[in-house]
């Protein structure tokens, strides 16, 4: 009766992917969290659902990197009682030949013996194919080929690369290659994230016009990122580029004292602070009519401002100046952005006078009237190389 149920199960398993399957259960978050759940069904005999949890445990975990391989071996054996032997063996092979120094190896070879020895063909090749459809394998080709491209990780109506990698683990695909393709989407996503809160031609404020499409299409890659596993350092890029998203869309939308709760955090960051928070910051301060906090923080701000910086904070204390009514000190400040002085490095060309030849001509003849010894009128010329003529 036991194997006649265990039978009965697996054929129901097989009528959903189990990435589906998985995906149902609202407590597999994490990788811990599914190979907890995994275990559990594991040791209750419910194994459709425990090789469902542990393949899931390899997706939220790509490749199973973190974990060592583990859910690839336990996925192996909860398919054996199964008595599904092919698939059993592909994953048991997995196991074997990305994780050959992990301490089971000779107990884990033996189960891949025990396992082929039960398989109705087993001089068949153990390959994808004996668990994947065609198409999925090509799926997974095209996303690895797309991101060896760099082709868009999010396009229009939610198309691009971050798509089919959720595409491709929606329908189960969990090789262990999954952790290359989510460490390169990853870069992507940040990368694309980043340039949309950057003005056009890599100008360095972002964009605070009418135009919400650059913050909607940060927040779809915040949510694209937040499927992914993040390292230490990549979740907190991730939450100051929440913050900064936030932020933006609070000033977009005149939520000023919701975009100073934003911006004074990432503030406290200075590491990781983007370098044109100044400014954020101080037209926050000034759209809460704090006009004086904001003077301050642009002062603060000037001495260490960099080149591309200089001029929005110049231009935002010109505003802040003439709301004082001190016009002279604002117009100074709108003449430093409007004719910079040179810097050092910056060669200073004076105009030639009026009607002077250009400066890459050669200077004219020098022409002088000297008085001879005898009185008479002579003429030198001195011509350009320095001779007399």
């Given at each position: 009766m036991r194997r006649l149920l265990l039978?009965?199960?697996?054929?129901?398993?097989?009528?959903?992917?189990?990435a589906l399957a998985a995906a149902q259960d609202?407590?597999?978050?994490?990788?811990?969290?599914?190979?907890?759940?995994?275990?559990?069904?594991?040791?209750?005999?419910?194994?459709?659902?425990?090789?469902?949890?542990?393949?899931?445990?390899a997706q939220l975990d790509p490749g199973a990197r973190?974990?060592?391989?583990?859910?690839?071996?336990?996925?192996?054996?909860?398919?054996?009682?199964?008595?599904?032997?092919?698939?059993?063996?592909f994953w048991y092979d997995v196991y074997l030949k990305k994780w050959p120094k992990n301490k089971d190896f000779d107990q884990v070879s033996k189960e891949l013996q025990s396992v082929n020895a039960?398989?109705?063909?087993?001089?068949?090749?153990?390959?994808?194919?004996l668990v994947y459809p065609q198409p999925l394998l090509d799926l997974a080709a095209t996303l690895h080929q797309r991101l060896k491209d760099d082709a868009p990780a999010l396009t229009a109506q939610g198309g691009g690369t971050a798509a089919l990698y959720a595409l491709a683990v929606e329908r189960g695909y969990a090789l262990p290659d999954l952790a290359d393709a989510a460490d390169l989407l990853r870069e992507d996503l940040l990368r694309e994230l980043e340039r949309r809160l950057q003005q056009p031609d890599d100008a360095p404020i972002p964009l605070l016009g009418g135009d919400a499409e650059p913050i909607a299409a940060a927040a779809e890659r915040l949510r694209a990122l937040r499927t992914l596993p993040l390292t230490k350092p990549q979740l907190q890029r991730t939450a100051d580029l929440q913050l900064l998203t936030d932020a933006l869309r609070a000033l977009a939308n005149s939520q000023h004292r919701d975009a100073l709760a934003a911006l004074d955090t990432l503030a406290s960051r200075e590491d990781t602070a983007p370098p044109y928070l100044p400014y954020l910051h101080a037209l926050a301060l000034l759209r809460a009519s704090r006009p004086d906090d904001a003077l301050q923080r642009v002062q603060d701000a000037l001495p260490a401002a960099t080149p591309q910086l200089r001029p929005w904070l110049l231009l935002l204390r010109a505003e802040l100046l003439r709301a004082q009514d001190k016009d002279a000190d604002a117009a100074r400040d709108l003449l430093a952005v409007l004719a910079p002085a040179p810097t050092p490095d910056t060669p200073i060309k004076l105009a030639p006078p009026q009607g002077a030849p250009p400066s890459d001509e050669p200077d004219p003849p020098t022409v002088k009237t000297l008085q001879g010894s005898d009185g008479e009128k002579t003429i030198k010329i001195k011509t350009q190389e320095g001779k007399n003529d």
């Amino acid at each position: 009766m036991r194997r006649l149920l265990l039978r009965a199960a697996a054929a129901a398993a097989l009528l959903l992917t189990p990435a589906l399957a998985a995906a149902q259960d609202p407590n597999t978050r994490t990788a811990a969290e599914a190979m907890s759940a995994a275990k559990d069904a594991y040791n209750r005999e419910d194994y459709p659902q425990a090789a469902a949890l542990y393949l899931r445990a390899a997706q939220l975990d790509p490749g199973a990197r973190t974990l060592k391989g583990e859910p690839y071996r336990n996925l192996a054996r909860s398919l054996f009682w199964q008595e599904r032997f092919d698939h059993a063996a592909f994953w048991y092979d997995v196991y074997l030949k990305k994780w050959p120094k992990n301490k089971d190896f000779d107990q884990v070879s033996k189960e891949l013996q025990s396992v082929n020895a039960k398989r109705a063909n087993p001089d068949q090749p153990i390959t994808p194919s004996l668990v994947y459809p065609q198409p999925l394998l090509d799926l997974a080709a095209t996303l690895h080929q797309r991101l060896k491209d760099d082709a868009p990780a999010l396009t229009a109506q939610g198309g691009g690369t971050a798509a089919l990698y959720a595409l491709a683990v929606e329908r189960g695909y969990a090789l262990p290659d999954l952790a290359d393709a989510a460490d390169l989407l990853r870069e992507d996503l940040l990368r694309e994230l980043e340039r949309r809160l950057q003005q056009p031609d890599d100008a360095p404020i972002p964009l605070l016009g009418g135009d919400a499409e650059p913050i909607a299409a940060a927040a779809e890659r915040l949510r694209a990122l937040r499927t992914l596993p993040l390292t230490k350092p990549q979740l907190q890029r991730t939450a100051d580029l929440q913050l900064l998203t936030d932020a933006l869309r609070a000033l977009a939308n005149s939520q000023h004292r919701d975009a100073l709760a934003a911006l004074d955090t990432l503030a406290s960051r200075e590491d990781t602070a983007p370098p044109y928070l100044p400014y954020l910051h101080a037209l926050a301060l000034l759209r809460a009519s704090r006009p004086d906090d904001a003077l301050q923080r642009v002062q603060d701000a000037l001495p260490a401002a960099t080149p591309q910086l200089r001029p929005w904070l110049l231009l935002l204390r010109a505003e802040l100046l003439r709301a004082q009514d001190k016009d002279a000190d604002a117009a100074r400040d709108l003449l430093a952005v409007l004719a910079p002085a040179p810097t050092p490095d910056t060669p200073i060309k004076l105009a030639p006078p009026q009607g002077a030849p250009p400066s890459d001509e050669p200077d004219p003849p020098t022409v002088k009237t000297l008085q001879g010894s005898d009185g008479e009128k002579t003429i030198k010329i001195k011509t350009q190389e320095g001779k007399n003529d």
